[in-house]
């Protein structure tokens, strides 16, 4: 049973940071993909931050180049994103998501392609 849990989530002021961690368990040896996606109120879910879990190779949702950062410890089974300089329209609930195939770099942005979910955390960002 995979099962996967984000914190750090918070209220943060414009131009703060925050660093998010999603814990992995389970089969964990089977991910190929991990990624951070996030979804505001009103609005489709979209991928922020994608690393392949062996590979080394990472993708990042223009808005968010240079910003934040995604990176894992393997022996936790753990992956983050480091937010910095936080903007309002990074409000949002941030989603941990996990899938165990490799595939194609076009399909990594699309939530369908992933097979394990978060509950998700909170991300609030205002003065």
């Known amino acids: 049973q995979v099962q996967l849990v984000e914190s750090g989530g918070g209220l943060v002021q414009p131009g703060g940071s925050l660093r998010l961690s999603c814990a992995a368990s389970?089969?964990?040896?089977?991910?190929?993909?991990m990624a951070w996606f996030r979804q505001a109120p009103g609005k489709e879910r979209e991928s922020v931050a994608i690393?392949?879990?062996?590979?080394?190779?990472?993708y990042y949702r223009g808005s968010v180049k240079g910003r934040f950062t995604i990176s894992r410890d393997a022996a936790k089974s753990t992956v983050y994103l480091q937010m910095n300089s936080l903007q309002p329209e990074d409000t949002a609930v941030y989603y941990c998501a996990a899938r165990s195939g490799r595939i194609v770099v076009s399909a990594l942005h699309s939530p369908t392609s992933y097979d394990y979910w978060g509950q998700g955390t909170q991300v609030t960002v205002s003065s």
């Open positions: 690393s392949s879990w062996n590979r080394g190779n990472e």
């Open positions: 389970g089969t964990t040896s089977s991910f190929y993909h």
